[in-house]
């Protein structure tokens, strides 16, 4: 008996926009959805991630904030759960220190 197994994956769309600052600006969208966005950021000149990224689930709401600084991970990252929000400071890659808070909605 012969069993055949195909795989399909459909492309990640991706737009760059070069600012004004030597950065790129980098939009990452949903494989399984090119209109909604899955993750920005930045990278610096020399191609490594840089400053702000932010990533989104399916409904556009955020799930993390972070910064890299020159490809490092640096400073405040804040992880969003349904209830809770974590954050984690980063110092040249390294953890110092990490925080859970409950989410409170009005």
Excluded: P
């Excluded at 030597?22 to 949903?30: G, M, R, S």
């Excluded at 920005?40 to 993390?64: Q, V």
């Excluded at 400071?89 to 409170?104: D, M």
Aim: aromatic fraction near 14%; proline fraction near 0%.
């Amino acid at each position: 008996m012969l069993f055949c197994i195909t795989a399909f994956s459909q492309e990640q769309k991706v737009v760059y926009q070069k600012m004004d600052n030597d950065l790129v600006k980098a939009t990452y969208y949903f494989a399984d959805n090119s209109n909604i966005v899955e993750r920005e950021g930045y990278f610096n000149k020399e191609g490594k991630l840089h400053d702000t990224w932010i990533s989104y689930d399916l409904l556009g709401n955020k799930k993390a904030i972070a910064t890299y600084n020159n490809g490092v991970k640096e400073g405040v990252w804040t992880y969003f759960k349904s209830d809770k929000v974590n954050i984690v400071t980063y110092q040249e890659n390294k953890i110092i220190s990490v925080e859970e808070k409950a989410l409170v909605v009005n």
